[in-house]
């Protein structure tokens, strides 16, 4: 006998082209409906139901891959948790620190940490030029000197320094005395990506403080954990 299709009128619905090239779509297409058994109308119901939906998904995919639009980005990286740290330096008797959350461990073998920082800010060129730097882990007590060393006070770098106290360990970089750990490194190596460089760092010592909260800052906010 011969196969005959029954019309659907799949190629005439504007909404169930979009999913032309689904799977299912393709097999709905392909089914010689004399003889199998399928209820036509339930099953056409069904893939206009699946078709709905995925034009739905489809209308919303631009905005969840919007990477190109800055402020999508931030907004996002806003809910990214991130353990505040100050990253220090000293050269030539000048003394620089920032407040990042850009900072994590790369080996514990040599021990190795990285910290992102601007390198459109002009300021930081002292990180680059001294070859060392300090990775202090802050406690939600040092919300303060976050503050200050963020820059969202307009202080002078030595009073922001003189909001906490401070030693050094082994390469000169000013350590932060109560910190909850401190990493104090020797760059290894600068990458430049994008509008940041990543300064990775051979950790020449380590210091642990204190078990105290930790400082967070998530949701443009600071929190403790």
Same mark, same amino acid.
């Given at each position: 006998?011969?196969?005959?299709?029954?019309?659907?009128?799949?190629?005439?619905?504007?909404?169930?082209?979009?999913?032309?090239?689904?799977?299912?779509?393709?097999?709905?297409?392909?089914?010689?409906?004399?003889?199998?058994?399928?209820?036509?109308?339930?099953?056409?119901?069904?893939?206009?139901?699946?078709?709905?939906?995925?034009?739905?998904?489809?209308?919303?995919?631009?905005?969840?891959?919007?990477?190109?639009?800055?402020?999508?980005?931030?907004?996002?990286?806003?809910?990214?948790? @991130?353990?505040?740290? =100050? %990253?220090?330096? #000293?050269?030539?008797?000048?003394? *620089?620190?920032?407040?990042?959350?850009?900072?994590? &461990?790369?080996?514990?073998?040599?021990?190795?940490?990285?910290?992102?920082?601007?390198?459109?800010?002009?300021?930081?060129?002292?990180?680059?030029?001294?070859?060392?730097?300090?990775?202090?882990?802050?406690?939600?007590?040092?919300?303060?000197?976050?503050?200050?060393?963020?820059?969202?006070?307009?202080?002078?770098?030595?009073?922001?320094?003189?909001?906490?106290?401070?030693?050094?360990?082994?390469? @000169?970089?000013?350590? =932060? %005395?109560?910190? #909850?750990?401190?990493?104090?490194? *020797?760059?290894?190596?600068?990458?430049?990506?994008? &509008?940041?460089?990543?300064?990775?760092?051979?950790?020449?010592?380590?210091?642990?403080?204190?078990?105290?909260?930790?400082?967070?800052?998530?949701?443009?906010?600071?929190?403790?954990?």
């Amino acid at each position: 006998m011969q196969n005959t299709r029954t019309e659907t009128g799949i190629e005439k619905n504007p909404l169930l082209r979009q999913v032309s090239d689904s799977l299912a779509l393709k097999t709905l297409e392909r089914i010689n409906f004399e003889g199998v058994g399928i209820d036509l109308p339930n099953e056409f119901y069904l893939f206009q139901f699946f078709a709905y939906m995925t034009h739905n998904m489809l209308q919303r995919k631009p905005m969840e891959t919007a990477l190109t639009d800055p402020k999508i980005y931030r907004d996002a990286m806003a809910r990214y948790a @991130g353990h505040v740290q =100050l %990253v220090t330096t #000293l050269h030539e008797g000048i003394r *620089r620190g920032v407040a990042v959350t850009a900072a994590c &461990s790369v080996s514990d073998h040599p021990p190795t940490v990285l910290v992102c920082l601007n390198h459109g800010n002009v300021k930081n060129q002292l990180f680059f030029d001294s070859g060392i730097f300090a990775l202090n882990s802050l406690a939600s007590h040092h919300q303060t000197l976050s503050n200050g060393f963020s820059g969202l006070e307009d202080i002078s770098m030595e009073e922001r320094f003189a909001r906490g106290q401070w030693d050094e360990m082994t390469t @000169g970089a000013p350590t =932060l %005395v109560d910190a #909850l750990a401190v990493y104090d490194c *020797r760059i290894i190596d600068i990458r430049p990506v994008a &509008s940041h460089s990543i300064l990775i760092g051979e950790v020449a010592s380590v210091r642990l403080g204190e078990k105290n909260p930790a400082l967070i800052y998530m949701d443009r906010h600071y929190q403790s954990l």
